[in-house]
Each structure stands twice: as C-alpha cells, then as structure tokens.
C-alpha cells in the first residue's frame, strides 16, 4: 500500500448503529486485540440465522478436519451447542409471572468452551484504519441485563479491538 493510500485510509471512518458482532473470547485473560474478532453481521438478521452462521464460523476455526467432517454427516456431532445468554429477572417480575431468575436473551449467544465464539448485538459501531495499516473497530454493548417489567434494562459499556497485519 502507498503512503497516500494509507494517509487516506486513516483519515476514512465508516459508522453502524447496531449490528451483530463476532468475536474469540477468552476466560483466563483478554488478548490483545489481535484474532479477537470474527464477523460484522447485519443486524436485520434474525437470531435464528446468526445462530446458525455462529455455529459454522466455530466449526469451521475450532474443529479438526475430521471433526468438521463428521459435523457435516451430522450436526448431533457439534461438542457445543449455541446458547442464548441470559438476562436477570426481576424478583417481583419472578413472583408476577412465575419466571426464572434467569431468562434467555435473543440478542447474545455464545458456543464453545475456553476460548467461546461470541454472537452479540452492539451498537455505534466505528472502524478505520490507521497509518500503520491496523484496522480499528470500536462499539458499545449492553452489560448487567435486567429485565424489569415489560422492558430489558441495561448498562452501556465501550469497547474496541484493533486488527494488525
């Protein structure tokens, strides 16, 4: 890449409100950016669809070959099953309408162990790329869910990754 094309490039951002992203995590320690991310999914798509793309982008990097293989025969061979995340149900929502504490919430689901492939909605997504050639992606996403009558409650926080070659 030119000097000019970079020095352009860093000056570009390109901004989402709200789609699917995708990404490794990890439960011992965060990585660094770098391989975290996975996917930008649009947000019209229902969680049935980014389910089933979840389910293949795990197969597809965490799976040996034979593994993949016998996941083609049969999709019973998968040794994790995509779940929803969860949100906390209020105690007088519990007792009102004789809920779980916890209930399924269609805009999170993971799949895999350590490290898990995260599915999640987030919102004002905003990419670029820097002078180094680093690709910058930056997003805030709900946390501490609560579902607190008829509405899902929540905390916002920030975060980012940055992609190197």
């Known amino acids: 890449m030119t000097t000019h ?3 352009h490039l860093a000056r570009s951002r390109e901004k989402i409100k709200r789609a699917w992203l995708l990404t490794w995590e990890h439960a011992t320690h965060r990585p660094r ?4 991310f996975v996917a ?3 947000s019209r ?6 389910r089933t793309i979840l389910e293949q982008y795990y197969v597809n990097n965490y799976l040996s070959i034979p593994e993949q293989f016998s996941y083609v025969k049969s999709k019973k061979r998968c040794p994790y099953k995509v779940q929803h995340c969860t949100v ?3 105690e007088k929502l519990q007792k009102a309408a004789s809920l ?4 399924p919430f269609s805009d999170s689901m993971i799949i895999g162990g350590n490290p898990w492939l995260w599915a999640r909605i987030v919102h004002d997504l905003e990419t670029w790329i820097d002078e180094d050639g680093g ?3 930056k997003w805030k996403e709900r946390e501490n869910l609560l579902w607190e009558g008829d509405k899902i409650t929540s905390d916002w926080r920030e975060d980012s990754l940055i992609r190197c070659d």
């Open 135 to 137: 690709e910058h992606l």
């Open 5 to 7: 094309s970079a020095a």
């Open 100 to 103: 779980p504490p916890q209930a």
């Open 40 to 42: 930008i999914v649009s």
């Open 33 to 36: 950016a770098l391989n975290r």
């Open 88 to 90: 906390a149900v209020s």
């Open 45 to 50: 798509h229902s969680d049935t669809r980014v």
